[in-house]
């Protein structure tokens, strides 16, 4: 919960953390409530994002924005990662409302590392993607693995065989 008065509007979660997603892809959103006090209406300005990468992110299903909430009542909003860029990123949801001398809620928005040895959208940290496809293989003859050997990692499993 956010806000220090409870005479005042609440965010609720107050931050969200999103899962690996690749580039170009979007996550699943995460829904926000925002909670109206019970004792009195307030009127939600438009929800912006900020910080340091806001562009990373995406506002979806806004029911909140631009509309007056009941007292004690509740609107939602979505957010989603929609990663342009690699890594880390981070941001804020700002949600202005009438009320607390205009001091906008917010939540926090995280993204943690997105591995660059992914294979098929499954993340694999670059010493555990060396090790994999490097070093095992190069054990086989030729540079090939030998065929039948497994390869087995935390989440990832694969048999390497011969070709035909």
Wanted: proline content about 8%; charged content about 10%.
């Amino acid at each position: 919960m956010q806000a220090g008065n409870a005479a005042y509007a609440t965010a609720e979660p107050d931050s969200l953390t999103f899962p690996n997603t690749s580039n170009g892809h979007t996550s699943p959103p995460q829904t926000v409530t925002v909670l109206a006090p019970s004792n009195q209406s307030v009127t939600i300005s438009t929800i912006t994002l900020s910080g340091d990468d806001p562009s990373e992110f995406e506002i979806e299903n806004d029911q909140c924005s631009n509309q007056t909430v009941a007292a004690n009542g509740s609107c939602t909003f979505q957010v989603a990662y929609a990663p342009t860029a690699c890594c880390v990123a981070d941001a804020t949801a700002q949600i202005p409302y009438s009320g607390d001398g205009d001091i906008p809620l917010t939540v926090s928005l995280a993204y943690q590392e997105n591995y660059p040895g992914a294979l098929n959208g499954v993340a694999m940290p670059d010493d555990l993607h060396a090790w994999a496809f490097g070093s095992a293989i190069q054990n086989g003859s030729n540079g090939d693995a030998d065929p039948g050997t497994i390869l087995a990692l935390p989440g990832l499993a694969a048999v390497l065989g011969a070709e035909d």
